[in-house]
């Protein structure tokens, strides 16, 4: 009985998992107006950029800034009669209560200065942070509600990468992790990602766990709201023994495989049978398998044929076959969760899961997430 074997490896493994996520921007917001007036002025245009504290849209405040005026008038008055009181008492015309009373004066005074310049000030909308605003749909002329929507503004140096995990996972997901995370927009790039918090509440109703990780996008080549497929590593690189997984056989519940033992004969023409062996399985990945119980490494075993073997102590002969190049190292996810994509620089091979991304590029410096993206 003829029958294709190979060789159990140790070699190292990484273990990656793959989800689906959807990008948001570090901060984004709705610009709104607090109170309600017509604008007399827009100070921005679609898709520029903004800074922090820079108006965006004043509303008329005509009314306003003539009670800051009656206001300064008022406190001028009162802070007057205040120093005009303050003399009198020291020469003894005049009580304390006098002077008491027009302290309170001027106190009153400059609160309703700070009232007329508070009201006043709320009809300057202004940036709240450094962004990109978006689409305006608003004009000069136009009254604005209370709350209504002036232009999104969105903060997109940084990006949030929002994805969710088994929650079997829970204790192995920690903040400062890696991810490599790939969009449909750039299906020839991979960005780098930086595990930022991880969820303390698990979801009760898919049970997943949800994750957060930052992108550095000061190149602006990201934007929110993309589909994201984020591969997160899972620990350091270990060593593991790697069968390939068509020698796995499943019957019943149980997972097997047939190990091999070397019988009489020399070293041109060896003899074989077989011993079906209980094997653990762990990490899956393209084409292999990692054993955790049940074989050692070197140990040969049936990849193909083991459907006509019945029995154990079968003698078998081995198959001819080129001799296998050496194994690199695998990267993969624990057993029922999708291994990370191997992608080539072509876009077709980067489908394919092939070969590494290469990183998109990194703007120079720190990063806004804390950590520059490295390969």
């Known amino acids: 009985m003829v029958v294709e074997s190979s060789l159990v490896r140790l070699q190292p493994l990484r273990e990656d998992v793959e989800a689906v996520g959807s990008l948001r921007s570090r901060q984004g917001t709705v610009v709104r107006a607090e109170v309600g007036g017509r604008i007399t002025q827009i100070n921005f245009r679609d898709g520029q950029r903004i800074r922090r504290g820079q108006l965006l849209v004043q509303l008329d405040d005509r009314l306003q800034q003539a009670q800051i005026q009656q206001a300064q008038a008022e406190l001028s008055i009162a802070q007057a009669n205040h120093k005009r009181n303050s003399d009198l008492v020291a020469q003894g015309f005049i009580s304390q209560r006098g002077v008491d009373e027009s302290a309170a004066a001027v106190q009153v005074a400059q609160a309703k200065a700070e009232l007329a310049r508070a009201t006043a000030a709320r009809l300057r909308v202004l940036a709240p942070f450094d962004g990109v605003a978006g689409l305006r749909n608003i004009s000069v002329g136009d009254y604005l509600k209370e709350g209504s929507d002036i232009v999104n503004l969105e903060d997109m140096n940084a990006m949030y990468v929002d994805f969710r995990l088994p929650e079997r996972l829970q204790s192995r997901v920690r903040p400062g992790q890696t991810a490599r995370v790939r969009v449909e927009a750039l299906p020839d790039r991979a960005f780098a990602a930086v595990v930022q918090a991880v969820d303390p509440l698990i979801d009760a109703n898919g049970r997943s766990l949800s994750v957060r990780g930052c992108i550095d996008n000061r190149l602006q080549q990201l934007r929110p709201g993309m589909f994201a497929r984020v591969g997160t590593r899972l620990g350091d690189d270990r060593q593991a023994l790697m069968i390939p997984e068509e020698a796995i056989v499943s019957q019943g519940g149980r997972q097997t495989v047939i190990r091999l033992l070397r019988g009489a004969g020399g070293d041109d023409k060896p003899t074989w049978t077989t011993q079906r062996m209980d094997v653990a399985t762990g990490t899956r990945l393209a084409g292999q398998v990692e054993i ?84």
């Open 292 to 375: 955790l119980r049940g074989l050692a490494e070197g140990e040969r075993i049936v990849t193909a044929g083991q459907q006509r073997i019945q029995r154990d102590g079968t003698a078998v002969r081995l198959a001819e076959a080129p001799t296998p190049a050496p194994a690199a190292p695998a990267h993969g996810a624990p057993d029922g969760v999708a291994s990370s994509a191997r992608a080539a620089s072509a876009p077709a091979a980067a489908r394919a899961g092939t070969a590494p991304l290469p990183w998109a590029p990194t703007a120079a410096g720190p990063g806004p997430c804390g950590v520059v993206a490295q390969r």
